[in-house]
Antibody
Framework: QVTLKESGPGILQPSQTLSLTCTFSGFSLSTYGMGVGWIRQPSGKGLEWLANIWWDDDKYYNPSLKNRLTISKDTSNNQAFLKITNVDTADTATYYC???????????WGQGVMVTVSS | DIQMTQSPASLSASLGETVTIECLASEDIYSNLAWYQQKPGKSPQLLIYYANSLNDGVPSRFSGSGSGTQYSLKINSLQSEDVSIYFCQQNYDSPYTFGAGTKLELK
């Protein structure tokens, strides 16, 4: 059974760094072909893909945020991470991690974690 | 970036009806198109991938079709549990972009 769960700070102030953790089970990021992606959704709005990381540590970022994003993984603890630097109110959203199947198909999603950026 | 334009933005239909949602890509995405369902307060769930392949456990009343730049999601015999927002996503090229969503409600 594949499950994913996101965790994060809840609230942070503008210019701070957002650190998110995705803890998963039912698959391994050391297995050939496996990947985890991060997607966010402002309240009442659409979905925005942020970044992917693969079993071989290959990484892809959304160019619109690339300079601010860092994705990483801890294979032994079944975790993936996303850092976003210099946040502002536009980064307020629910952040999801998801398992990747094939070429960036997100077949299992976490429940999401709400992040609010406010002074 | 590949732009994904979904229509309609919202849709109201009766139980048992057939509904169709469209997704237009700004360039050919060679059937690398997925549909997701997001029920109220929940995370998205993968329904269809590669334009017409049903994900495991998805009811057969859902179907996808299309090629090139034009794709559609069809729901036959609408059920109450189908009330959701539906998103298309292209997974052909990075950045992997989503449509703005179609909100499906019961009439």
């Amino acid at each position: 059974q594949v499950t994913l769960k996101e965790s994060g700070p809840g609230i942070l102030q503008p210019s701070q760094t957002l650190s998110l953790t995705c803890t998963f089970s039912g698959f391994s990021l050391s297995t050939y072909g496996m990947g985890v992606g991060w997607i966010r959704q402002p309240s009442g709005k659409g979905l925005e893909w942020l970044a992917n990381i693969w079993w071989d540590d290959d990484k892809y970022y959304n160019p619109s945020l690339k300079n601010r994003l860092t994705i990483s993984k801890d294979t032994s603890n079944n975790q993936a991470f996303l850092k976003i630097t210099n946040v502002d109110t536009a980064d307020t959203a629910t952040y999801y991690c998801a398992r990747i199947r094939g070429v960036s198909l997100f077949d299992y999603w976490g429940q999401g974690v709400m992040v609010t950026v406010s002074s | 970036d590949i732009q994904m334009t979904q229509s309609p933005a919202s849709l109201s239909a009766s139980l048992g009806e057939t509904v169709t949602i469209e997704c237009l890509a700004s360039e050919d995405i060679y059937s690398n198109l997925a549909w997701y369902q997001q029920k109220p307060g929940k995370s998205p769930q993968l329904l269809i991938y590669y334009a017409n392949s049903l994900n495991d456990g998805v009811p057969s009343r859902f179907s996808g079709s299309g090629s090139g730049t034009q794709y559609s999601l069809k729901i036959n015999s609408l059920q109450s549990e189908d009330v959701s927002i539906y998103f298309c996503q292209q997974n052909y090229d990075s950045p992997y972009t989503f449509g703005a969503g179609t909100k499906l409600e019961l009439k």
